[in-house]
């Protein structure tokens, strides 16, 4: 008889678009034992269709961005669903892959089911539990107060679940696992580390057959060239949660993956990589394989790091290969600062890469990151220096954060060297303080909003995620039907406001066009103040976007032909706050003649503040 395994995550997770990537890993690699039923529920595309949120886009959005603090009423019945949907399986095992914006609703459905089921043995792993070596030693203390469950594995999975699935088969019940904490007899065994699965081609593919294509958002699938990062940014605290160093699957076996997911009707794919080009010349290999065996394939994503080895030559390759963007973790082009980030790359290599990989077709965007220790206005201005040069190389900025020190991170564990008071981490690692108390929150913040005001002058617009979760350059002017009504998700929508009861004084924008670049695509540069009295946030309730609406001069002035909409720059503009952010026209989309354009704020779903009487800017254009 074979022993039964549940995988599954719970919400939120960001797994809408296509299927989870780890769970598919560990069903492959258990049922490699023919005496294994492994199978996988997909808990977050279950929510994504219950009553909890009825595939409304924005709620899902809003309930990922603001991770839940606690459980509410209104969570009740799906948690409770999700909890029968497992036992109904009659497992002998269940498996969560725990993540810190799902750990609360883990936490429900595992204690449920082990009250339900006490026979069953629960499992937990995934990334809430991947820790470099120094602190690998918390996990057992977090086991303890988790009285359901049986077992959690650390970093990487296959293995440790195998032995302890294989235990399980046996009728045993586990004492002692490399790379696990055990609960064993009332106390918590503690198995250490466990050595990593060196050779990456014995893994085998991940399995997805449990979660069927048409239950998610997008046609792409995830995949994974390498684990690990060649890279020691002191910043990051995903460098080496998978030991030191990377390994590499050889470009035969990737590419044999390749043309198992084509045979399965996918030819769009995701890099899940931290980093796709670690090993420069095994990357190469792939991209020559996919185009000699004439492969047609599309990669939507793939995360690179600057290096002197990439040339407009190699990012041709990339291209051909089927490559669409290139996404660099630039974060400053300050050789100073650089150096203190250990990124390992010269601010004249990260300039020739920007340029070699647009001239040679590819998306180029960029995530930077301003205000980290030891920066000064002077090192400041040499990132806004690279991206005044290079704007008409570069696409889209992915963010321009304010640096944050993460527990873990080579920051953390070196605070003297990095010139951090220790007194200002403990509760809030964004408001840190320098020793000296020149570097603190509010300057972070405010170099973050200099350098929208500087991409906004330049003409460089902010990525956007919510097309398919992928960072994707705004195509923000968007045909629509002739004479569509104003919509969102394809679902239309009349202002609610009652203007002769409306408070004009609630939600009211000072938009300013500081600047119009007529090159193509027309750059409109635009300066946004709150002049209400609400603040502005990403998603929630009152979800407020930028937006823009082009009518046809002529007959009927009235006639909308092109509207877009567009993210706030900062989770949140509090009011008398400015951000500043640009609008891309695409003036080849318009036929031949007058357009009115419009740019205002808008309370999705619900009203333009132009319904409240504020005043949008108007500005006209001929194509």
Known sequence: MSTKVVLTMLPFSNHLFTPPIQLAYLKGYLQQDKDIEAKIIDLEVSCYRSPMISRDAKLYWEKLWNSPTGIHQDDMPFLNSAVESIITQKPDLV???????????????SEQIK????????????????LKKKWRHAVANWHAVMADVDCIVKNEGEA????????????????????????HKNRIVDG????????????PFPDFSDLAREDYLSDYIRILFSRGCSGRCSYC??????????????????????KLRISQGYSRFQSCDLCINSDHNKFKEVCKSIIDQGLNVE????????????????????????????????????????????????????ESNIKDAHRSGLEVILYLMVGFPGETEETFQETVGLLKRNKKYIDAIGFAAPTTICWGSGIYDNLDDYGINPDSLPCLPDRWESSDGDNCYNWRLDLSKKMEYYMAESGVPLVIFYNDGNPGVPQLARRLPQAAPVAKNGRSFKSSVDRSTSDLKEYSADIRINDISDKRPA??????????????????????????????????????????????????????????????????????GRYRVKFDLVNESKFWFEDLGSR????????
């Open 192 to 203: 250490g580390d466990r050595g990593y699965i060196e050779d990456l081609d014995t893994i």
């Open 95 to 109: 498996g969560f892959s725990v993540t810190n914006t799902n750990y609360l609703f883990t936490r429900y459905v």
């Open 523 to 592: 750059v409109f540069a635009l300066q946004i103040t709150n002049r209400g009295r609400k603040e502005w946030r990403k998603g929630g309730g009152d979800w407020i976007r930028f937006g823009c609406r082009i009518y046809r001069e002529g007959g009927d002035k009235n006639r909308l032909v092109l509207e877009s909409r567009q993210e706030i720059t900062r989770e949140v503009i509090s009011p008398g706050d400015t951000f500043y952010t640009s609008f891309l026209l695409h003036k080849e989309e318009l036929k031949k």
């Open 160 to 183: 440790a679940l195998q032995e302890i699935v294989t235990i399980v088969k046996s009728g045993g019940k586990p004492e002692h696992c490399r790379g696990a904490t055990i609960r």
């Open 299 to 350: 990669f939507i994503f793939g995360e690179f790091k600057h290096s002197p080895l990439l040339t407009k030559e190699i990012f041709k390759l990339f291209r051909k290969a089927g490559f669409r963007s290139a996404v660099f973790g630039t974060e400053s082009a300050s050789q100073p600062i650089l150096n203190k980030m250990r990124k390992g790359v010269k601010s004249e290599v990260i």
């Open 616 to 623: 949008p800017v108007i500005e006209y254009v001929e194509p």
């Open 237 to 258: 605290v995903e460098n080496d949660y998978m030991d030191e160093g990377v390994r590499y699957r050889s470009p035969g076996n990737i590419v044999e993956e390749v």
């Open 115 to 130: 009250k339900i089921s006490p026979q069953v043995y629960i499992v937990y792993g995934g990334r809430r539990f991947c």
